[in-house]
T-cell receptor, first 107, second 116 residues
Framework: KNEVEQSPQNLTAQEGEFITINCSYS?????LHWLQQHPGGGIVSLFM???GKKKHGRLIATINIQEKHSSLHITASHPRDSAVYIC?????????FGTGTSLTVIP | GAVVSQHPSRVICKSGTSVKIECRSL??????MFWYRQFPKQSLMLMAT?????????EQGVEKDKFLINHASLTLSTLTVTSAHPEDSSFYIC????????????FGEGSWLTVV
């Protein structure tokens, strides 16, 4: 069993739709990261969470430490949001990665 | 903002040769850097943790003699794939937590290695 489970694995949405990607983890963590990987391979760290909620533009990330669960929301989705979104948890110097959610936003 | 630069972005090498990939933190000091590999359509796999001034810590199943890691300065870590085989062809990427809080992680651009 993976320490980090993400759902859904693949997601196709129409432009403008509200999108939610979920992440559940089974280990105690010091932080949770949401990463975005574009087709060329480059990875950008979107959020680092240890509690509560963060917002950046159209992106919102929440975490529930008790339930070991985090969600990434995209409001008013746009084709440029098409990418793979990866949930990663940090436990000391150990990182555990979800398998990623491949998002395609259709115009 | 802080940037991690990785070089080369793409490299093709012959079987049996060695190839070095560099990871630099450009405007912050990184005492720790992480090296990952990623196969197509799979997630990142942590290979090793590179520690400045000491030996790297390798994940289970990663051959330390094949994947040599050197973290000689606070801004540079290198990964050398020795005696490369076609099955080593993969996407390799590094990351470093920022020096101040360690809470933000910056990723390099990644390196596509093809062994022929």
């Amino acid at each position: 069993k993976n320490e980090v489970e993400q759902s859904p694995q693949n997601l196709t949405a129409q432009e403008g739709e509200f999108i939610t990607i979920n992440c559940s983890y089974s280990v105690g963590i010091s932080a949770l990261h949401w990463l975005q990987q574009h087709p060329g391979g480059g990875i950008v760290s979107l959020f680092m969470l240890s509690s509560g909620k963060k917002k950046h533009g159209r992106l919102i990330a929440t975490i529930n430490i008790q339930e070991k669960h985090s969600s990434l929301h995209i409001t008013a989705s746009h084709p440029r949001d098409s990418a793979v979104y990866i949930c990663a948890v940090r436990r000391g110097n150990q990182f555990y990665f979800g398998t990623g959610t491949s998002l395609t936003v259709i115009p | 903002g802080a940037v991690v630069s990785q070089h080369p972005s793409r490299v093709i090498c012959k079987s049996g040769t060695s190839v070095k990939i560099e990871c630099r933190s450009l405007d912050f000091q990184a005492t720790t850097m992480f090296w990952y590999r990623q196969f197509p359509k799979q997630s990142l796999m942590l290979m090793a943790t590179s520690n400045e001034g000491s030996k790297a810590t390798y994940e289970q199943g990663v051959e330390k003699d094949k994947f040599l890691i050197n973290h000689a300065s606070l801004t540079l870590s290198t990964l050398t794939v020795t005696s490369a085989h076609p099955e080593d062809s993969s996407f390799y990427i590094c990351s470093a937590p920022d020096g101040s809080s360690g809470n933000t992680i910056y990723f390099g651009e990644g390196s596509w290695l093809t062994v022929v």
